[in-house]
């Protein structure tokens, strides 16, 4: 079997397959989704257990991805989630080739599931967390669940999926007073904390370039109780930028996807929980691999598939592009 590799025009080579495994959640924050929440995904479009493995699966074994990261929706209602880790794991165990597995996860019932994942073969998790203030994480996810998120975080920590990442998103006039509170918190216990600037893929479209906060906000917020200097180390791929905090060793990140895209840089594909693939958050365009896989196709016409589609993989986001269109699919259901 010769491997195909997952190359667009531009030379980018995806190697890190986000993995949503359903577009449900149990919280409802204000810059993802509306009070009411969204129609989810009926069930008989939803990958299966077998089906999601089967396609990471053939990411790894034909098409070289050697990282996955299992997101959503909120991937720890999804049932199978401790099965289908521990089956990624073995895929990449037959080829001899440890697989980097991860989960963004806000974090809810993350105490109770920690070491069975860890056990799977699970070595990181990220976890959402965009205030340490009870009052301000109710406003921002209209559920009053912050115990849930900090039990969450010290089991993953407990369970050796370290370093246990937090990832943060700052709202004007809402947390952006609270940037170097949720650090100082963060580095009290080992955890390293990026900030996501506000993206255009709310489900309600109430983003807007004038409110978000940039990375230059974030920053300057930081900046009032923290030194930050630049980590010296090149970034590659990685979407965050690092800063030394107070000389170091501890860092802080920062995604600044809007205002310092770093799109010529991307290593990433998604798959969604109905099984599209999409080369880009941004995308407007998806290429069905669920009704392919259910009509009967194998495994070479997957991944033939697959890489034809990585063909289409536009340049950048071109969020600063006037002809900008958000995509129809909010974040939530295409895997954050
Ligand atoms: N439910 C999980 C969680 O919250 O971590 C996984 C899915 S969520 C879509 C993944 C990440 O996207 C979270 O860190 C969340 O804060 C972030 N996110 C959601 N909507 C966003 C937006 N409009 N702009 C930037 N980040 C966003
Ligand atoms: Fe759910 Fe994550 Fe969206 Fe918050 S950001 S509503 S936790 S999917």
Redesign the pocket.
Known sequence: MTPFRLEDRFGRVATDLRVSLTDR?NLR?T??MPAEGLDWLPDDVTLTDDEVVRLITVAVERLGVDEVRF?????LVRRGLVDIVARTREAGERLGRPLELSL???GLGLARTAASLAAAGLDRVNV?LDTVRAETFAEITRRDRLHDVVAGLEAAAEAGMTPVKV?A?LLRDVNDDQAGELLDWCLERSYELRF????P??AQHG?SRSTMITAEEILERLGRTHTLTPAVEPRGSAPAERWLVDGGPATVGVIASVTRPFCGDCDRVRLTADGQVRTCLFAREESDLRTAMRAGADDAELADRWVTAMRGKAAGHGIDDPTFLQPDRP??AIG?
Do not use: K
Request: contains cysteine.
């Open positions: 959640c924050c810059y993802c997101t959503g929706g909120e991937p963004t996860t806000n959402s990832n998103v996501i600037e506000q993206m893929l709310d983003w974040m939530s954050g």
